[in-house]
């Protein structure tokens, strides 16, 4: 498996298993140190206590009657090594030199060497085990029984050292949130980011750099705004200036005799005024108007569009309840709605409007028709501004090319979503999707 696989994607993640990692490298490397100073400790202690006790307890039996010394014995047996008087168990000879010796054989050779000539025997089995063999002032043998044995670790120091890891692994948990949390509130800014509605500022408070950040994403903000607010004026002095001659060419089209040339001109006066008015709509949409979102009964503004289609014959149906009001700006629903129905009776005659409630409290608009439908690789450049399935000049079939884009901008605008497919059977499916 790629290492890069394995690597946590989120920012808290990562800092959150490189801090986790370096305290446990510390824990261990200060759980290493310490018990390699207690044991170094412990080793000096026990091996100066060791020469001490054995050069005193050789001293009193040395100097005790031979029949009195076996009840000194217990007296004088300690944890770790004790006496016994004779030559002790068989073994293997040992020396000081040999590679694995027991750092004790130097400790009591060097307490008690000058006096005792002693020899060391190594004793079999699952513990270190050596003995010492001596002989008394008065010729007694004398055996000294070492079973070698660090003193065990205290039983609170690794709860000591897992609770020091526990409480630096919270701090660093609380670090690692208190870094991120401003980068969380910004990419959430980031995504609610919509230049259709009022900005929402960032707290310029807390360190520098997230104070920059906040200044920064504020500022743009507000240039994002002021570069749509510049651009929508401009397109309505555009409209405004190009208004004006398209109407004086009209009227003088109208004194004009009537002939074939009149009927062409008449015709491409109104493609101009229509485009125009596209042109300047499509802008709007991009930008967002500045209606209110207001709760609408979804079910009764449905009723009231199809019934203003039927009113004036147009073959438009209207299936399924949602029985939800939501929150929405009518103008532009509406828009979306009109932009898509006329789509569908323009290529097909007649539009189907379905509407159905989804699981998660979403809510589903479907506008289809049994037209000729779009080629799956056409399905999502008809969204962009301009573009005509049909290649045909004639605007009267092809049309502006806007009125899709229009619809996918409005429908982002108010917060929802549209998508096109192609129905079984034929023709086009448009599928607003908004939220409950």
Same mark, same amino acid.
């Given at each position: 498996?790629?290492?890069?696989?394995?690597?946590?994607?989120?920012?808290?993640?990562?800092?959150?298993?490189?801090?986790?990692?370096?305290?446990?490298?510390?824990?261990?490397?200060?759980?290493?140190?310490?018990?390699?100073?207690?044991?170094?400790?412990?080793?000096?202690?026990?091996?100066?206590?060791?020469?001490?006790?054995?050069?005193?307890?050789?001293?009193?039996?040395?100097?005790? =009657?031979?029949?009195?010394?076996?009840?000194?014995?217990?007296?004088?047996?300690?944890?770790?090594?004790?006496?016994?008087?004779?030559?002790?168990?068989?073994?293997?000879?040992?020396?000081?030199?040999?590679?694995?010796?027991?750092?004790?054989?130097?400790?009591?050779?060097?307490?008690?060497?000058?006096?005792? =000539?002693?020899?060391?025997?190594?004793?079999?089995?699952?513990?270190?085990?050596?003995?010492?063999?001596?002989?008394?002032?008065?010729?007694?043998?004398?055996?000294?029984?070492?079973?070698?044995?660090?003193? =065990?670790?205290?039983?609170?120091? =690794?709860?000591?050292?897992?609770?020091?890891?526990?409480?630096?692994?919270?701090?660093?948990?609380?670090?690692?949130?208190?870094?991120?949390?401003?980068?969380?509130?910004?990419?959430?800014?980031?995504?609610?980011?919509?230049?259709?509605?009022?900005?929402?500022?960032?707290?310029?408070?807390?360190?520098?750099?997230?104070?920059?950040?906040?200044?920064?994403?504020?500022?743009?903000?507000?240039?994002?705004?002021?570069?749509?607010?510049?651009?929508?004026?401009?397109?309505?002095?555009?409209?405004?200036?190009?208004?004006?001659?398209?109407?004086?060419?009209?009227?003088?089209?109208?004194?004009?005799?009537?002939?074939?040339?009149?009927?062409?001109?008449?015709?491409?006066?109104?493609?101009?005024?229509?485009?125009?008015?596209?042109?300047?709509?499509?802008?709007?949409?991009?930008?967002?108007?500045?209606?209110?979102?207001?709760?609408?009964?979804?079910?009764?503004?449905?009723?009231?569009?199809?019934?203003?289609?039927?009113?004036?014959?147009?073959?438009?149906?209207?299936?399924?309840?949602?029985?939800?009001?939501?929150?929405?700006?009518?103008?532009?629903?509406?828009?979306?709605?009109?932009?898509?129905?006329?789509?569908?009776?323009?290529?097909?005659?007649?539009?189907?409007?379905?509407?159905?409630?989804?699981?998660?409290?979403?809510?589903?608009?479907?506008?289809?028709?049994?037209?000729?439908?779009?080629?799956?690789?056409?399905?999502?450049?008809?969204?962009?501004?301009?573009?005509?399935?049909?290649?045909?000049?004639?605007?009267?079939?092809?049309?502006?090319?806007?009125?899709?884009?229009?619809?996918?901008?409005?429908?982002?605008?108010?917060?929802?979503?549209?998508?096109?497919?192609?129905?079984?059977?034929?023709?086009?499916?448009?599928?607003?999707?908004?939220?409950?």
């Amino acid at each position: 498996m790629n290492l890069s696989m394995r690597w946590p994607r989120t920012l808290a993640s990562r800092l959150s298993l490189i801090f986790l990692i370096g305290l446990i490298l510390a824990q261990t490397l200060s759980f290493g140190a310490q018990y390699y100073e207690r044991y170094e400790s412990a080793k000096n202690t026990m091996l100066g206590n060791l020469e001490t006790d054995v050069s005193t307890s050789i001293a009193i039996l040395d100097r005790l =009657p031979a029949n009195e010394r076996m009840a000194w014995l217990q007296q004088l047996q300690r944890a770790n090594y004790g006496y016994l008087l004779g030559e002790g168990a068989n073994g293997s000879p040992m020396d000081m030199d040999m590679p694995g010796a027991p750092i004790a054989m130097a400790s009591i050779k060097d307490a008690i060497g000058k006096d005792y =000539p002693m020899t060391f025997t190594d004793i079999p089995g699952p513990r270190k085990h050596f003995q010492v063999h001596l002989k008394l002032s008065d010729g007694s043998p004398l055996t000294i029984d070492v079973r070698p044995a660090m003193v =065990p670790l205290s039983p609170w120091l =690794p709860i000591v050292l897992l609770g020091q890891l526990a409480l630096m692994i919270a701090c660093t948990w609380l670090a690692v949130r208190i870094a991120i949390r401003p980068l969380t509130r910004l990419a959430e800014a980031v995504d609610n980011l919509d230049p259709n509605t009022h900005p929402v500022l960032l707290d310029e408070k807390g360190p520098t750099e997230v104070a920059n950040a906040a200044r920064a994403f504020n500022a743009m903000q507000a240039r994002i705004a002021a570069y749509l607010k510049e651009r929508m004026q401009l397109l309505a002095a555009i409209s405004h200036d190009l208004q004006t001659p398209i109407t004086r060419m009209k009227l003088r089209a109208e004194f004009m005799d009537d002939c074939v040339e009149k009927e062409k001109l008449w015709n491409d006066l109104g493609e101009m005024e229509h485009l125009v008015r596209e042109g300047v709509a499509y802008a709007r949409s991009v930008h967002g108007a500045t209606e209110e979102s207001r709760r609408t009964d979804l079910d009764s503004f449905l009723d009231s569009l199809v019934f203003d289609y039927q009113d004036v014959g147009k073959e438009v149906q209207l299936s399924g309840k949602s029985a939800t009001v939501i929150d929405t700006r009518p103008h532009a629903l509406r828009r979306v709605l009109v932009n898509l129905t006329d789509n569908a009776l323009k290529f097909a005659g007649a539009a189907e409007l379905q509407v159905e409630k989804k699981a998660d409290g979403s809510v589903s608009v479907k506008v289809m028709d049994r037209g000729p439908g779009i080629a799956e690789a056409e399905l999502a450049q008809v969204m962009e501004p301009f573009y005509r399935v049909e290649n045909s000049r004639n605007r009267s079939t092809g049309g502006t090319g806007l009125g899709l884009a229009i619809a996918q901008q409005l429908a982002l605008a108010i917060g929802g979503s549209l998508t096109l497919s192609n129905r079984e059977g034929g023709g086009l499916c448009a599928e607003l999707k908004l939220r409950g």
